[in-house]
């Protein structure tokens, strides 16, 4: 593909399926605002049933996405991948299913500016406001990411399995981490969810299903003509 052809590939592929996602997440947002969702008594009975075990168990789970290991875990995954296969395709994809997510979330968390619950928090509160839950969709974007590029090298329906069992597991315990913490709502952890699952299949249909040159549409006519020159 020219340059031209990339550019516009990518912003087809990549910037508006973002726009699309930041502006489902900021109508979302205002909508659990305007609403009452009556997620606060969720949050107060997770509250009133904490004890010491839980209460490591979920710091624990909450620290699978924290940002600097998020952050450190896409960039050393990255490597790997690259000097594992010899290319840079699957590492870009991981990175481009991290940081897009990441970035969706900054560019509307401020704008919808959800308090978190009315409940004790166990982890420092952020700056950024309850929703969405940047925990949880990051986990589902490098967890899953990973999962994504590991479950195509393997054929066996078993090893895939192994593979995609910690992907699932590992947002989803956050998700919960999260909701027991005090540090979201449910709507929170729910839509970081989609959007990380959204930023995932975004980044592997634009780069993982990238077009090579060998398909483009310019070199199709050539091949056609060859064709026609063989049975002539």
Request: glycine fraction near 6%; include cysteine; charge should be positive.
């Amino acid at each position: 593909m020219s340059r031209t052809e990339k550019l516009r590939y990518y912003a087809l592929t990549i910037l508006s399926p973002m726009l699309l996602m930041a502006a489902a997440t900021y109508g979302a947002g205002l909508a659990v605002l305007a609403w009452p969702t009556g997620e606060a008594a969720l949050s107060r009975e997770l509250a009133a049933g904490r004890d010491p075990a839980w209460n490591a168990a979920t710091d624990l789970g909450s620290s699978l996405s924290d940002t600097p290991y998020i952050v450190a875990l896409t960039a050393v995954t990255a490597i790997v991948f690259r000097l594992w296969l010899g290319r840079w395709r699957e590492s870009v994809f991981l990175v481009a299913a991290v940081w897009s997510q990441s970035l969706v979330f900054l560019a509307t968390t401020e704008l919808v500016g959800r308090h978190r619950p009315p409940v004790k928090h166990l982890d420092p509160a952020p700056p950024t406001s309850s929703f969405p839950s940047g925990h949880v969709s990051a986990a589902v974007a490098f967890y899953c990411g990973v999962a994504v590029v590991l479950a195509t090298r393997v054929r066996s329906t078993a090893a895939r399995v192994a593979i995609w069992t910690p992907a699932v597991i590992a947002p989803l315990a956050v998700s919960f981490s999260r909701l027991y913490r005090g540090m979201h709502f449910l709507t929170d952890v729910v839509w970081g969810l989609l959007l990380g699952a959204g930023c995932v299949v975004m980044a592997a249909w634009a780069i993982l299903r990238r077009p090579s040159a060998r398909s483009s549409p310019s070199s199709r006519p050539a091949v056609r003509a060859g064709l026609g020159q063989r049975s002539s």
